[in-house]
């Protein structure tokens, strides 16, 4: 192989890599700033609000692992942590939270040693969150009961309760959590699918009936890999946030970005092979929601299910055809070079 042409495959390799890299945008890595934590696309356990204090809106977030909660102005309230302490205020002035609370010390990503002296007694010490009236944050007693309870199939694990001072009179949120059996196992049909169809289409050796089905698969996978990351980026949590919708137009963008590079003639092994890593990717990280009960997506759950599995399968099997044509054409160059007489 010649210097040049040596040099343009190098150049088209690292291309198709950081294609590739651009493309596992389209993964959902959706963190929240207030919570502190990834976004799961799925869970077995859920938990929902089954009564609320007038002038209060709540909703749970991710499933069982946070709590939205929006104050009137009017009012001030006054969330209660683990320890019966003042943990957050909700006021005319917005959101505040007490840093001599033990839930501000327990309640984090990491949990930090609690320092002596404090108690649910300690004078409180607000520090400003927002000038906003709602806020979220990471809730332990949401899905505190899953710990305890594993029925393992469809099952109501019992009430829940976050307890609040409103305008000096003590109050509640109350809610319960419930479990769903995991999905079932078929959902990863796609995948068997592919293990048992591309090593025959490879057996055939026919370089027209795989360019077909690679560029069957190139769209299915673009496809699947952008409705995926729709549906996910599309749920609220509680509501779609500006970055969520920063991420829906990138994605949107990538997407396209993928489509017209494949679509170029001569880069459409360039465009295939990031088209594949990034859909194989992509139904990687949404693996979770052929597995849990309950769907985390904007999209039906039998939609997101589908879209996942489609994305993974035929991502992966889009890279096995691009690359086993690509070692068949270069074992078909070196059989057809002949020494020089």
Do not use: K
Not at 8 to 34: E, K, N
Not at 52 to 81: C, F, I, M, Y
Not at 158 to 185: F, K, M, N, Y
Request: hydrophobic letters at 55%; charged letters at 15%.
């Amino acid at each position: 192989m010649s210097s040049g042409r040596c040099g343009r495959s190098v150049r088209r390799a690292a291309l198709a890599l950081a294609a590739a890299l651009l493309g596992a945008g389209l993964v959902p890595a959706t963190a929240s700033a207030h919570v502190g934590r990834v976004a799961p696309a799925a869970t077995n356990d859920l938990a929902r609000i089954t009564s609320l204090p007038r002038g209060l809106e709540a909703r749970v977030v991710d499933g069982d692992q946070a709590l939205w909660l929006r104050a009137s102005p009017a009012l001030t309230v006054v969330v209660l942590g683990l320890r019966e302490e003042p943990y957050l205020r909700f006021s005319a002035a917005g959101v505040a939270v007490n840093t001599r609370s033990a839930t501000w010390f327990l309640d984090r990503v990491r949990p930090l040693a609690v320092p002596r002296g404090i108690t649910p007694a300690t004078a409180p010490r607000w520090r400003p969150l927002t000038r906003y009236h709602w806020w979220t944050w990471h809730e332990d007693r949401l899905h505190a009961l899953a710990l305890a309870a594993h029925p393992g199939g469809n099952a109501f694990l019992g009430r829940w309760v976050v307890p609040l001072v409103v305008d000096g009179r003590r109050t509640e949120i109350r809610g319960g959590l419930w479990q769903r059996a995991s999905a079932s196992l078929l959902w990863f049909w796609p995948l068997l699918l592919v293990a048992a169809c591309i090593p025959a289409l490879l057996r055939l050796r026919d370089a027209r009936l795989e360019a077909q089905v690679g560029a069957a698969l190139a769209a299915l996978a673009l496809g699947a890999a952008t409705a995926a990351r729709l549906g996910r980026e599309l749920y609220g949590r509680p509501t779609v946030s500006t970055g969520q919708l920063a991420l829906v137009a990138a994605t949107c963008a990538v997407a396209l970005g993928l489509g017209a590079l494949w679509l170029r003639r001569d880069w459409r092994s360039v465009g295939a092979v990031a088209i594949g890593i990034a859909a194989a990717y992509q139904g990687l990280a949404l693996v979770s929601v052929l597995r849990d009960g309950w769907v985390l997506s904007v999209l039906p759950a039998w939609a997101e299910r589908t879209a996942a599995a489609l994305s993974l399968a035929s991502g992966a099997a889009l890279l096995v055809v691009v690359l086993a044509a690509g070692v068949g054409e270069r074992a078909s160059a070196a059989l057809s070079v002949r020494p020089d007489a």
